[in-house]
Protein backbone atom coordinates (compact mmCIF):
# COMPACT_ATOMS: atom_id res chain seq x y z
CA UNK A 1 0.00 0.00 0.00
CA UNK A 2 1.46 3.99 -1.20
CA UNK A 3 1.14 6.04 1.54
CA UNK A 4 1.40 9.83 0.67
CA UNK A 5 4.04 11.40 3.70
CA UNK A 6 2.03 14.77 3.31
CA UNK A 7 -1.42 12.55 5.25
CA UNK A 8 1.30 11.06 7.37
CA UNK A 9 2.57 14.27 8.36
CA UNK A 10 -1.24 15.40 8.79
CA UNK A 11 -2.08 11.92 10.56
CA UNK A 12 1.24 12.24 12.98
CA UNK A 13 0.85 16.44 13.76
CA UNK A 14 -3.23 15.12 14.59
CA UNK A 15 -1.62 12.43 16.99
CA UNK A 16 0.42 14.58 18.70
CA UNK A 17 -0.99 17.69 19.32
CA UNK A 18 -4.46 16.17 20.34
CA UNK A 19 -6.91 18.36 17.94
CA UNK A 20 -7.57 19.11 14.18
CA UNK A 21 -6.85 23.03 15.62
CA UNK A 22 -3.95 22.33 16.59
CA UNK A 23 -2.00 20.13 14.26
CA UNK A 24 -3.50 22.88 11.65
CA UNK A 25 -1.31 25.19 13.87
CA UNK A 26 1.49 23.08 13.74
CA UNK A 27 1.27 22.50 9.93
CA UNK A 28 0.75 25.77 9.14
CA UNK A 29 -2.12 25.60 7.49
CA UNK A 30 -6.09 25.47 7.55
CA UNK A 31 -8.28 23.25 9.84
CA UNK A 32 -10.49 22.10 6.77
CA UNK A 33 -7.05 21.07 5.20
CA UNK A 34 -6.07 19.09 8.14
CA UNK A 35 -9.72 17.63 8.08
CA UNK A 36 -9.64 16.95 4.71
CA UNK A 37 -6.10 15.28 4.54
CA UNK A 38 -7.68 12.94 7.24
CA UNK A 39 -10.12 12.06 5.73
CA UNK A 40 -8.77 10.63 2.91
CA UNK A 41 -5.68 9.16 4.48
CA UNK A 42 -8.70 7.25 6.30
CA UNK A 43 -10.50 6.49 3.10
CA UNK A 44 -7.26 4.87 1.70
CA UNK A 45 -6.69 2.94 5.01
CA UNK A 46 -10.54 1.89 5.16
CA UNK A 47 -10.23 2.49 9.06
CA UNK A 48 -10.86 5.07 11.23
CA UNK A 49 -7.63 6.68 12.86
CA UNK A 50 -9.31 9.36 15.71
CA UNK A 51 -12.07 9.02 17.73
CA UNK A 52 -13.54 12.85 17.37
CA UNK A 53 -15.33 14.62 20.23
CA UNK A 54 -15.24 18.24 21.31
CA UNK A 55 -12.58 17.92 23.51
CA UNK A 56 -10.36 17.28 20.42
CA UNK A 57 -9.42 13.65 18.27
CA UNK A 58 -8.04 10.66 19.97
CA UNK A 59 -6.65 7.60 18.22
CA UNK A 60 -8.06 4.60 18.01
CA UNK A 61 -6.46 1.00 18.44
CA UNK A 62 -5.82 1.04 14.78
CA UNK A 63 -4.30 4.23 14.64
CA UNK A 64 -2.33 3.35 17.59
CA UNK A 65 -0.38 0.87 16.03
CA UNK A 66 0.34 3.29 13.30
CA UNK A 67 1.88 6.11 15.38
CA UNK A 68 5.76 4.64 15.64
CA UNK A 69 6.15 4.01 12.17
CA UNK A 70 4.79 7.38 11.22
CA UNK A 71 7.31 8.89 13.89
CA UNK A 72 10.18 6.83 12.07
CA UNK A 73 9.03 7.82 8.39
CA UNK A 74 8.86 11.89 10.08
CA UNK A 75 12.57 11.20 11.22
CA UNK A 76 13.65 9.84 7.55
CA UNK A 77 11.93 12.63 6.13
CA UNK A 78 13.64 14.96 8.11
CA UNK A 79 17.53 12.78 7.02
CA UNK A 80 16.48 13.01 3.48
CA UNK A 81 15.87 16.04 3.31
CA UNK A 82 19.18 17.20 5.38
CA UNK A 83 20.97 14.88 3.19
CA UNK A 84 20.38 16.81 0.48
CA UNK A 85 21.30 19.92 1.65
CA UNK A 86 24.45 19.20 3.28
CA UNK A 87 25.73 20.10 -0.87
CA UNK A 88 25.26 23.57 0.11
CA UNK A 89 28.14 25.81 0.24
CA UNK A 90 27.64 28.94 1.12
CA UNK A 91 24.81 29.61 4.43
CA UNK A 92 21.97 30.56 3.09
CA UNK A 93 18.31 30.04 3.38
CA UNK A 94 15.86 29.35 6.78
CA UNK A 95 17.01 28.15 9.84
CA UNK A 96 14.75 27.29 12.63
CA UNK A 97 15.19 27.65 16.42
CA UNK A 98 12.93 27.39 19.20
CA UNK A 99 12.97 28.24 22.92
CA UNK A 100 11.20 29.22 25.75
CA UNK A 101 9.41 32.27 25.21
CA UNK A 102 11.34 34.41 27.85
CA UNK A 103 14.56 33.01 26.24
CA UNK A 104 13.19 34.04 22.80
CA UNK A 105 12.31 37.49 23.55
CA UNK A 106 15.84 37.79 25.87
CA UNK A 107 18.35 36.26 23.36
CA UNK A 108 16.74 35.33 19.84
CA UNK A 109 15.37 38.67 19.05
CA UNK A 110 18.33 40.69 19.69
CA UNK A 111 20.20 37.67 17.91
CA UNK A 112 18.28 38.58 14.90
CA UNK A 113 20.12 42.27 14.07
CA UNK A 114 23.62 40.47 14.69
CA UNK A 115 22.22 37.77 12.52
CA UNK A 116 21.43 39.64 9.43
CA UNK A 117 24.95 41.62 9.84
CA UNK A 118 26.88 38.11 9.70
CA UNK A 119 25.02 35.95 7.90
CA UNK A 120 22.24 38.18 5.31
CA UNK A 121 21.38 35.63 3.19
CA UNK A 122 20.38 33.33 6.00
CA UNK A 123 16.53 33.92 7.08
CA UNK A 124 15.84 33.09 11.17
CA UNK A 125 12.60 31.52 11.52
CA UNK A 126 11.82 31.51 15.85
CA UNK A 127 9.55 29.75 17.36
CA UNK A 128 8.85 30.59 21.01
CA UNK A 129 6.83 28.35 22.84
CA UNK A 130 6.76 26.13 25.81
CA UNK A 131 6.34 22.74 23.92
CA UNK A 132 9.43 21.39 22.79
CA UNK A 133 9.57 20.63 19.34
CA UNK A 134 11.23 17.52 17.85
CA UNK A 135 14.76 18.80 16.37
CA UNK A 136 15.65 15.26 15.54
CA UNK A 137 12.55 14.86 12.95
CA UNK A 138 13.12 18.32 11.84
CA UNK A 139 10.63 20.31 12.95
CA UNK A 140 13.29 22.73 14.55
CA UNK A 141 17.21 23.00 13.52
CA UNK A 142 18.66 24.48 16.86
CA UNK A 143 16.84 24.75 20.48
CA UNK A 144 17.62 26.68 23.12
CA UNK A 145 16.50 24.68 26.44
CA UNK A 146 16.49 24.18 30.06
CA UNK A 147 16.97 20.36 29.75
CA UNK A 148 19.58 18.40 28.26
CA UNK A 149 19.20 16.30 25.04
CA UNK A 150 16.67 13.02 24.89
CA UNK A 151 18.18 10.95 22.47
CA UNK A 152 22.08 9.99 21.01
CA UNK A 153 21.20 12.03 18.25
CA UNK A 154 20.82 15.18 19.98
CA UNK A 155 24.05 16.85 21.03
CA UNK A 156 24.27 19.98 23.44
CA UNK A 157 26.66 22.55 21.99
CA UNK A 158 26.81 25.37 24.56
CA UNK A 159 25.74 25.48 28.58
CA UNK A 160 25.44 28.52 30.59
CA UNK A 161 24.14 29.43 34.20
CA UNK A 162 22.41 32.44 35.00
CA UNK A 163 21.79 33.62 38.19
CA UNK A 164 18.02 34.29 39.51
CA UNK A 165 16.46 37.54 40.82
CA UNK A 166 13.26 38.70 41.63
CA UNK A 167 12.17 42.30 40.11
CA UNK A 168 9.55 43.97 40.40
CA UNK A 169 8.35 48.09 38.91
CA UNK A 170 9.62 50.81 41.88
CA UNK A 171 6.36 51.68 42.72
CA UNK A 172 5.46 47.75 43.53
CA UNK A 173 8.43 47.69 45.61
CA UNK A 174 7.72 51.11 47.47
CA UNK A 175 4.17 49.39 48.89
CA UNK A 176 5.88 46.50 50.42
CA UNK A 177 6.61 46.30 54.49
CA UNK A 178 10.12 46.92 56.16
CA UNK A 179 11.59 43.52 56.05
CA UNK A 180 9.17 41.79 53.98
CA UNK A 181 10.00 38.04 53.10
CA UNK A 182 8.78 35.40 50.40
CA UNK A 183 5.08 35.54 51.75
CA UNK A 184 5.04 38.53 51.49
CA UNK A 185 4.85 39.10 47.48
CA UNK A 186 2.26 39.46 45.12
CA UNK A 187 3.99 37.00 42.48
CA UNK A 188 3.36 36.87 38.66
CA UNK A 189 3.73 33.22 37.52
CA UNK A 190 2.59 30.47 35.31
CA UNK A 191 -1.07 29.89 34.61
CA UNK A 192 -2.47 26.24 33.70
CA UNK A 193 -1.89 24.24 31.93
CA UNK A 194 1.94 25.84 32.31
CA UNK A 195 1.27 26.16 36.13
CA UNK A 196 4.06 23.36 35.97
CA UNK A 197 6.50 25.89 34.55
CA UNK A 198 9.11 27.77 36.91
CA UNK A 199 9.14 29.51 38.91
CA UNK A 200 5.83 28.74 39.90
CA UNK A 201 7.17 25.13 41.88
CA UNK A 202 10.40 26.32 43.74
CA UNK A 203 8.12 29.09 44.95
CA UNK A 204 5.54 26.96 46.01
CA UNK A 205 8.51 24.82 47.91
CA UNK A 206 9.18 27.87 49.86
CA UNK A 207 6.05 29.59 50.18
CA UNK A 208 3.39 27.92 52.07
CA UNK A 209 -0.04 27.58 50.41
CA UNK A 210 1.45 29.59 47.48
CA UNK A 211 -0.47 30.78 44.29
CA UNK A 212 0.23 33.61 42.33
CA UNK A 213 -1.56 37.05 42.93
CA UNK A 214 -1.24 37.27 39.04
CA UNK A 215 -0.71 34.08 36.65
CA UNK A 216 -0.75 34.22 32.44
CA UNK A 217 -0.05 31.63 30.05
CA UNK A 218 2.19 34.10 28.22
CA UNK A 219 5.63 35.61 29.15
CA UNK A 220 5.32 39.24 27.92
CA UNK A 221 1.79 39.33 29.54
CA UNK A 222 3.17 38.54 32.91
CA UNK A 223 6.37 40.64 32.13
CA UNK A 224 3.78 43.68 31.12
CA UNK A 225 1.85 42.94 34.76
CA UNK A 226 5.21 43.50 36.70
CA UNK A 227 6.34 46.40 34.92
CA UNK A 228 2.96 47.73 35.88
CA UNK A 229 3.02 47.47 39.34
CA UNK A 230 0.83 44.10 39.51
CA UNK A 231 3.59 42.14 41.64
CA UNK A 232 6.80 40.52 40.94
CA UNK A 233 8.48 37.96 38.47
CA UNK A 234 11.19 35.81 38.57
CA UNK A 235 13.98 36.05 35.57
CA UNK A 236 17.07 35.03 34.86
CA UNK A 237 19.77 37.50 34.85
CA UNK A 238 20.56 37.89 31.53
CA UNK A 239 23.07 39.96 30.02
CA UNK A 240 20.82 41.54 27.50
CA UNK A 241 17.69 41.37 30.29
CA UNK A 242 19.64 43.63 32.50
CA UNK A 243 21.15 46.01 30.17
CA UNK A 244 17.83 47.45 29.43
CA UNK A 245 15.67 49.14 30.95
CA UNK A 246 12.32 47.31 31.61
CA UNK A 247 11.18 49.76 34.45
CA UNK A 248 12.22 47.02 36.74
CA UNK A 249 14.21 46.37 40.07
CA UNK A 250 15.63 43.42 41.83
CA UNK A 251 13.90 42.74 45.14
CA UNK A 252 16.05 42.04 48.37
CA UNK A 253 14.73 38.52 48.66
CA UNK A 254 16.20 35.25 49.05
CA UNK A 255 15.74 32.14 46.58
CA UNK A 256 18.84 30.59 47.57
CA UNK A 257 20.98 28.76 45.23
CA UNK A 258 18.78 28.93 42.44
CA UNK A 259 20.07 28.74 38.70
CA UNK A 260 19.00 28.45 35.18
CA UNK A 261 20.71 26.53 33.05
CA UNK A 262 20.46 27.01 29.32
CA UNK A 263 21.77 24.61 26.51
CA UNK A 264 21.74 25.28 22.86
CA UNK A 265 20.93 21.66 21.03
CA UNK A 266 21.12 20.41 17.79
CA UNK A 267 20.97 17.22 16.03
CA UNK A 268 24.48 15.64 14.40
CA UNK A 269 22.92 15.87 10.78
CA UNK A 270 21.62 19.43 10.94
CA UNK A 271 25.30 20.62 11.87
CA UNK A 272 26.16 19.41 8.67
CA UNK A 273 24.02 22.02 6.61
CA UNK A 274 26.48 25.05 6.49
CA UNK A 275 23.50 27.64 7.29
CA UNK A 276 22.35 25.55 10.67
CA UNK A 277 26.44 24.97 11.55
CA UNK A 278 26.92 29.22 10.75
CA UNK A 279 24.05 30.06 13.08
CA UNK A 280 25.13 27.39 15.97
CA UNK A 281 28.17 29.18 15.80
CA UNK A 282 27.30 32.77 16.36
CA UNK A 283 24.23 31.88 18.97
CA UNK A 284 26.78 29.77 20.54
CA UNK A 285 29.19 32.69 21.32
CA UNK A 286 25.94 34.91 21.93
CA UNK A 287 25.20 32.52 24.30
CA UNK A 288 28.30 32.71 26.26
CA UNK A 289 28.18 36.21 25.94
CA UNK A 290 24.92 36.62 27.66
CA UNK A 291 26.60 35.76 30.98
CA UNK A 292 29.45 36.78 33.04
CA UNK A 293 32.97 35.10 32.51
CA UNK A 294 32.85 32.77 35.69
CA UNK A 295 29.65 31.66 35.22
CA UNK A 296 29.95 29.76 32.01
CA UNK A 297 30.26 25.86 31.72
CA UNK A 298 31.53 26.03 27.29
CA UNK A 299 31.50 23.31 25.64
CA UNK A 300 33.38 23.23 22.10
CA UNK A 301 30.66 22.70 19.77
CA UNK A 302 31.38 19.16 18.31
CA UNK A 303 32.90 18.84 14.60
CA UNK A 304 30.83 17.28 11.46
Known amino acids: MDIPWDDVRVFLAVAESGSLSAAAKRLRTAQPTVSRRLATLE ?13 GATLTSFGERLLEPARKMAQWSAELDRAAERRQVAPRGVVRVTAPPGVAWDLLAPFAAQLAQHLPDVQLEVSSSTRYLDIGRREADLALRFAGPASREVVTLETVSHGIGVYAAPRYIASLKKGYGL ?3 RWIGWAPPFETLPPNGELAKRIPGFRPAFAADDFLVQLRAAEEGAGAIVLARMRLRTGRDMGLRELAVDLGPLRASLELVASRSALEIP ?21 RARRSLPQP
Not at 282 to 294: G, I
Open 275 to 295: RVRAVADLLAAELRASVPPKA
Open 43 to 55: AHLGEALFDRSVS
Open 183 to 185: ADV
